[in-house]
């Protein structure tokens, strides 16, 4: 990268990979398109271009909405439950210093992220940018290539969109330390095999999600009601791999868990709560989807 456009690279960086994770809901790919945008920057006439963070935010943008085009047949054959691939806080640079203020961590979480994944790529381009990077409409035209009224027009088609969606989960989060106990206790229930202890966390019709990618073993539909997913879980439990580890990490802006084989990454939890009951579980099994993820 040329020197006079690292400081531009360091700046935009973070608020450049929020809008491809959130858009895509793939790490590594919204890694690569920020390195292709800014070669794309580092290449072109920059000497025309009035305004760098509209310019770099465009790019980020389209090549987000060429890769989605793409992926429709892909995602239309893929096996089982679609997830997005985990983001942890602690293992990217892009939560340094000026990131915080970009990515916010509730339109980060899993089932945030889910909901984006129900509208087209003109509805979630604006509603990222308007919602939750806060840009004003005659950026968001500029980025997107609508007038500023069309834009707007978008927006609360897809703010709308999102509202019918989330129905309950609109109700309040648990706060994190609140969470993050939850989720201790969680893995306490599931290693010391407590049937009723985990009954007692979870809501009745609570559902999970395992996303394997048809590349190893995994439900290929969701599992729903506290009968089923309770069996399921100390069914896994007890088949524990070699070399078993695991810890909790802050994934995807809230509490969650890492599991390891000898040290490798084999499978990432998060979750969604109603009150204080536990009403959604996110697994991550598709080894392409934690690939990123650092070894134990």
């Given amino acids: 990268m040329e020197q006079a456009t690292e400081p531009l690279y360091l700046k ?3 608020l450049m990979f929020s809008i491809a994770y959130r858009m895509l809901g793939n790490v590594e790919d919204a890694e690569d398109i920020v390195q292709e945008a800014f070669l794309a920057w580092s290449e072109g ?3 025309q271009i009035r305004n760098s963070k509209a310019y770099l935010c465009k790019i980020v943008a389209n090549r987000c909405i060429d890769r989605i085009r793409a992926s429709i047949k892909t995602r239309e054959s893929y096996v089982g439950p679609w997830l997005p691939s985990p983001f942890l806080e602690e293992e990217s640079s892009l939560f340094d210093g000026p990131a915080e203020s970009y990515l916010h961590k509730e339109s980060l979480s899993t089932a945030y992220l889910l909901l984006l994944q129900q509208l087209t790529w003109a509805e979630r381009a604006v509603f990222i940018l308007r919602e939750v990077l806060q840009f004003d409409y005659d950026e968001i035209a500029d980025i997107v290539g609508k007038s500023s009224a069309n834009c707007r027009q978008i927006f609360r ?3 709308g969109a999102i509202s019918g969606l989330a129905g309950s989960a609109a109700s309040a989060p648990l706060k994190p330390e ?3 106990e939850k989720v201790e206790q969680f893995v306490n229930a599931i290693m010391s095999g407590n ?3 985990l009954v007692g966390m979870l809501k009745a019709d609570a559902t999970m999600y395992s996303d394997g990618g048809g590349k190893v073993t995994a439900a290929v539909r969701p599992i729903q009601g506290v009968e089923r997913v309770v069996p399921f879980l100390l069914g896994v439990a007890g088949k524990i791999p070699p070399g078993f580890a695991y810890r909790i ?3 995807n802006g809230q509490t969650g868990i890492v599991c390891y084989s000898e040290g490798v990454p084999i499978n990432v939890f998060t979750f969604r709560a109603e009150g204080d009951l536990i009403s959604e579980i996110y697994i991550v099994l598709n080894p392409d989807k934690i690939s990123h993820i650092r070894k134990l």
Wanted: charged residues 35%; aromatic residues 6%; proline residues 6%.
């Fill in 45 to 47: 006439q920059r000497e």
């Fill in 157 to 159: 088609r897809a703010r």
């Fill in 178 to 180: 609140a969470l993050r």
């Fill in 12 to 14: 935009y960086k973070p």
């Fill in 195 to 197: 049937t009723g202890q």
């Fill in 249 to 251: 990490a802050a994934v």
